[in-house]
């Protein structure tokens, strides 16, 4: 459309009122489409396809194969044909056998003692769409481990990475020599090598773990994890969830955007999966709460890009930054997570339903670019609750 404006401009108006009207066209196409329970009708053409979270600029362009692939790879001159996206699905569709889950450490002489690894995995983004990964304990991310403020903590690490590497603990109050920056506080962990850290959980609040060596290839890699200390004078919840995002560059036949690249060679535009907790929508668990419960959320930021991560229904209480509990928390329904920052919000859980929360970079709700729904969604979901809505 543009290019035919560029070439008769004198036509502009026309052309403009053209686009709107096959806009419209497009738009009563695929909602008579969706109306057929969404699935794809053989033969028909779409050029755009809105789904039921879809924007109005969503756009697929190209041969592209919605199942695996590299969305920016579409093929020129190729057929402009592709399925309709799927209606969102409630229910959250876990990868068998692959959760993050919180490890409890081993008590010895008062000090929790906890032991990580770091290794290469295949992690399944969704259910197969596996990506090179480097995790913690076979976790991605690596597990979350939750302290008391004041424990005396240990981790006993083991790289079994083909690289060096180390662990930062990033906003905790360590001592200098516990900061895990190789060359200046430590030495780099070699392959098939140990280090023990240990210092006191100080102060109170959501932080996180992860690589400093080679951090920008490491961290993408997928090597960091939720690190929660709970202060004694934080009230009651009766839920609490933590929400860590990042994103991947996943290349055809799994291979990750990081593989055979120097830094030149990476292109921090190119992300093409977007994960809450290691998985894309539908993969992402739900947060199930109970009626009447208080709830707590932890939005960690692991990866590069910022995320404005919107829930539905309700506006959430902004209570912490950085783990720094707020003196005046704050009501917002979208919060603006970047690179490395943490927001712990909470909420009473009042109004059953299942709400939507995702992020509203809504590029970031897709899967390769070509899936929507999917990437940085899940839902709160109440326990027993029977959804008016039923689906055709
Ligand atoms: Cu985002």
């Not at 789904?51 to 579409?74: C, F, K, L, M, R």
């Not at 008062?110 to 259910?127: D, H, S």
């Not at 783990?323 to 490395?340: F, H, I, K």
């Not at 070509?370 to 326990?383: C, R, S």
Request: proline share 8%.
């Amino acid at each position: 459309m543009a290019k035919d404006q560029d070439q008769q401009p004198a036509r502009e108006n026309s052309g403009f009122i053209a686009a709107v009207v096959l806009m419209v066209v497009i738009a009563v196409g695929a909602g008579a489409l969706l109306g057929n329970r969404g699935e794809p009708v053989p033969g028909t053409e779409v050029a755009a396809a809105p789904g039921p979270t879809s924007t109005p600029d969503a756009h697929v362009e190209g041969d592209v194969d919605p199942s695996d692939g590299h969305g920016a790879s579409a093929g020129a001159g190729a057929e402009e044909e592709v399925e309709i996206p799927p209606q969102v699905e409630l229910a959250s569709a876990p990868v068998e056998g692959q959760r993050v889950e919180r490890i409890e450490p081993e008590v010895a002489d008062g000090v929790k003692v906890f032991t990580l690894n770091a290794e290469e995995v295949q992690w399944e983004l969704i259910p197969g769409k596996a990506v090179t990964a480097w995790g913690y304990n076979g976790q991605v991310p690596g597990p979350e481990l939750w302290v008391n403020e004041g424990d005396r903590i240990r981790v006993n690490f083991t790289n079994d990475l083909p690289v060096p590497t180390t662990i930062h603990w990033h906003g905790v109050a360590v001592p200098n020599e516990m900061d895990g920056v190789p060359g200046v506080t430590q030495d780099p962990i070699e392959p098939g090598g140990t280090f023990v850290y240990e210092f006191e959980a100080k102060p109170s609040g959501t932080f996180w773990y992860h690589s400093h060596f080679d951090s920008a290839r490491q961290l993408d890699m997928g090597l960091s994890g939720a690190f929660v200390i709970k202060g004694a004078d934080e009230p009651a919840y009766d839920k609490e969830f933590v929400q860590l995002l990042d994103e991947w560059i996943r290349l055809p036949e799994g291979r990750n955007g990081w593989e055979g690249v120097t830094h030149a060679g990476h292109n921090n535009a190119e992300y093409n999966w977007f994960t809450i907790n290691g998985t894309s929508f539908p993969a992402t668990p739900n947060m199930e709460v109970a009626e009447g419960d208080r709830v707590r959320v932890r939005i960690i930021n692991a990866g590069y890009q910022a995320h404005p991560m919107h829930l539905h229904g309700k506006r959430m209480t902004v209570v912490a930054k950085d783990g720094a509990p707020l003196s005046q928390p704050y009501e917002a329904d979208t919060v603006l997570v970047g690179s490395g920052e943490r927001y712990d919000f909470e909420f009473l859980a009042d109004d059953p339903g299942d709400w939507m929360f995702h992020c509203h970079i809504l590029h970031h709700v897709t899967n390769d670019a070509v899936i929507e729904p999917g990437g940085l969604m899940n839902f709160v979901t109440y326990q027993g609750h029977d959804n008016a809505y039923q689906r055709p």
